[in-house]
């Protein structure tokens, strides 16, 4: 059983930051990834950012310069920071999480969802 929980989402002027949290909890014996996904009105949900256990990070172009992935090992949380924020960023943010759940066994967690609107 893993539980996975995003906070930290909100109204957010354009130009102006916010950081997202993602807490991971449960039978986690390691973690492979975590991510973060998010989803637009009329969209797909498109990937966002992406940190690997060997620390490697992966940004969609839409993004780069702008957010910031990043975790905390021991408390198996992952943190969004997301600056210079525009119009298009505006959509529901969700975690990814893909710990090893027991020896060899990956598992694949969803959060709920937290909403960011980026209005003025």
């Known amino acids: 059983q893993v539980q996975v929980v995003e906070s930290g989402g909100g109204l957010v002027q354009p130009g102006g930051s916010l950081r997202l949290s993602c807490a991971a909890s449960?039978?986690?014996?390691?973690?492979?990834?975590m991510s973060w996904y998010r989803q637009a009105p009329g969209k797909q949900r498109e990937l966002v950012a992406a940190?690997?256990?060997?620390?490697?990070?992966k940004y969609a172009d839409s993004v780069k310069g702008r957010f910031a992935i990043s975790r905390d090992n021991a408390k198996n949380t992952m943190y969004l920071q997301m600056n210079s924020l525009k119009f298009e960023d505006t959509a529901v943010y969700y975690c990814?999480?893909?710990?090893?759940?027991?020896?060899?066994?990956?598992?694949?967690?969803w959060g709920q969802g937290t909403q960011v609107t980026v209005s003025s």
């Open positions: 990814n999480v893909v710990p090893q759940v027991r020896p060899g066994v990956p598992g694949d967690y």
């Open positions: 449960g039978s986690i014996f390691s973690m492979y990834s």
């Open positions: 940190l690997t256990s060997g620390g490697m990070t």
